[in-house]
């Protein structure tokens, strides 16, 4: 059995039905509780059940944002910023940062079963200090294609086979202001997306090949964490976990255990992700830039590049239809 706490809200599932119940007694025994049954809804979190397995949804969460910034009437739009958009501090100043600051702090909570917003919302979120009109226009856009995907949510089937598969990519000196990289991962165990990222690099990189490779890191660090959770929980799949890249001088890096000049400057830190290689726990292998999904945390993308990649993520409609609106 694994059981789930959040203050006065549990999560409770296993594999006897008859075990689960005498748990429950037992308890209630103990504590106050009511069995409310199957999961439905938990913090926010709209759980529908499906044939093959689960989609996990905030779409009436999603809908008050929206009525909240008074544009639920609006008109759809089909990706959340212009391609290759970047953003700067410069600029006329927002007169209302409040209500800006309200809104991107609401999407950041909608990102937890929306990950192509993430780097939207990480991006905006950088100048809650001081917005511009230029940035309330970029949230706008945002709610505007929040609109246009109310329903979507995160789908988890039952996978055919267990494996850990990560997605790193970095897109090299991307903030305009500091030049620091953007990185983001994603994590699928079994083919469902569970662990993903999109952040800003602490510190300025010479090269993209130094930035790749610590956005590497960052996420060997990641699956480190899964893999030791999986392991307490006895579900860690048998095969070694796969890391995928699509610069190939950083997976050489990881590969080769002879440190060559152009790394000496990169911190000692980093390089752990070689001996996770040298000895057999991690690998890591070469994925072209098309099939790269972790390109959605890093760059703003073109509308086919997006949905692309929105679908391997497996995010995306209710794989049904609703009947009777949204509850």
Known sequence: MYLLVYVDDLILTGNDENLIHIFISQLNQEFSIKDLGDLNYFLGLEVVYTD????????????????????????????PLTPHESFTSAGLSYSDPTLYRSLVGALQ?????????????????????????????AV??????????????????????????????????????TRRSTYGYSIFLGGNLVSWNAKKQPTVSRSSCESEYRAMSNTATELVWITHLLRELHALPPDRPTLLCDNKSALFMTQNPVSHKRAEHIDLDYHFIRELVHSGKLYTK??????????????????????????????????????????
């Open 52 to 79: 093959s397995g689960l989609f996990l949804t905030r779409a009436k969460y999603a809908k008050d944002i929206l009525i909240r910034a008074q544009l639920l009437d609006s008109k759809p739009i089909s990706t």
């Open 109 to 137: 909570y909608l990102t937890i079963t929306r990950p192509d917003l993430s780097y939207a919302v990480k991006q905006l979120s950088q100048f809650l200090h001081n917005p511009t009109i230029d940035h309330f226009r």
């Open 140 to 177: 706008k856009r945002l709610l505007r294609f929040v609109k246009g995907t109310l329903s979507f949510g995160l789908t988890y089937n039952h996978p055919h086979k267990q494996s850990i598969l990560g997605y790193s990519d970095a897109d090299w000196a991307r903030c305009l202001d």
């Open 286 to 327: 070469f994925v072209p830039t098309n099939l790269h999904v972790a390109d959605i945390f890093i760059k703003s993308l073109p509308r086919a590049q997006f949905e692309a990649f929105r679908t391997m993520l497996l995010l995306g409609p209710p794989p049904f239809r609703l009947t009777g609106g949204i509850r």
